[in-house]
């Protein structure tokens, strides 16, 4: 059994800066390339940032490259994603997840965490 469950959000104003934690249980975390995705009101979930097994390999979307810093702590299967810069664009709910091949989402959601970024 997955158990997904992401914290950290909050609400910040624009320029801001926020870290979000999703921490695993179940599954051998290391085996996994992790990432996090996001939904606005309305849209469907987004894919915004890519880690590989080890940690030492980032892929990110455009819209968040070079604001966004995702790491891993696989000693304590934990991800992490380090927000800086906000936009009111980034207002979401956040959710990690592992990925498959093409950065797809693998396991059942958690909860997420709702970050709200106002100008």
């Known amino acids: 059994q997955v158990i997904l469950r992401e914290s950290g959000g909050g609400s910040v104003q624009a320029g801001g800066s926020l870290k979000l934690a999703c921490t695993v249980s179940g599954p051998t975390f290391s085996n996994y390339r992790m990432g996090w995705f996001r939904q606005a009101p309305g849209q469907a979930r987004e894919f915004i940032a890519a880690?590989?097994?080890?940690?030492?390999?980032?892929d990110y979307a455009d819209s968040v490259k070079g604001r966004f810093t995702i790491s891993r702590d696989n000693a304590n299967s934990t991800l992490f994603l380090q927000m800086d810069d906000l936009k009111p664009a980034d207002t979401a709910v956040y959710y990690c997840d592992a990925l498959t091949n093409s950065n797809g989402g693998r396991w059942p959601w958690g909860q997420g965490t709702q970050v709200t970024v106002s100008s």
């Open positions: 880690i590989n097994y080890k940690g030492t390999t980032t």
